[in-house]
């Protein structure tokens, strides 16, 4: 890592790393804001905004990737938290409104896959997409999801065989 390359208040990560991994951030930050484009570009921006300022102290003791994960999963919840007593006011006159959503480009790949995994509950959705879309290993994707890597290890399970269970219906599939 150059001199050059590193942030002034976050001295173990570099400006090289952030940009190599920028892709994988912001499809994460898509998949935490419901694919709402503008919600992810704003988790990203305060992500790197924490990032640059130092307010979000990267210390060694995870992976880079690992961290800048948790970063943006605590903005969005942090994000969702206060805006959820606002959104039952509003969400009266929001119902005639739809917004449109983003889809993210990996799971069009295969859309039987992708609908079996959206129907899996959230965590067992969330530790599915960190491994598989975004290359994390389960101990990476607990620790951005917040749980022990025990209780992601769960999760990850139950996810593959409610997921095994529910392509296995579809019968087309080829077996491993």
């Not at 069009?108 to 598989?132: G, M």
Request: with cysteine.
């Amino acid at each position: 890592m150059r001199d050059s390359d590193v942030l002034d208040k976050n001295p173990h990560i570099s400006r090289s790393a952030l940009e190599a991994m920028h892709g994988q951030v912001f499809g994460w930050a898509l998949s935490r804001s419901d694919y709402d484009r503008a919600v992810a570009e704003d988790l990203v921006q305060q992500a790197y905004f924490e990032l640059l300022s130092g307010k979000a102290r990267f210390d060694n003791k995870s992976s880079l990737k690992t961290f800048v994960f948790s970063v943006v999963q605590n903005l969005a919840r942090s994000r969702y938290r206060r805006i959820a007593s606002r959104l039952r006011f509003v969400e009266a006159a929001a119902r005639s409104v739809s917004q449109e959503t983003v889809h993210p480009v990996e799971p069009d790949e295969n859309a039987a896959v992708w609908k079996a995994v959206q129907a899996l509950p959230q965590r067992q959705r969330d530790i599915v997409e960190l491994v598989f879309c975004r290359e994390m290993t389960i101990e990476a994707a607990s620790s951005v999801m917040g749980v022990t890597t025990g209780t992601g290890r769960v999760h990850y399970d139950r996810a593959k065989k409610a997921l095994k269970k529910q392509l296995d219906s579809y019968g087309d599939l080829p077996d491993d």
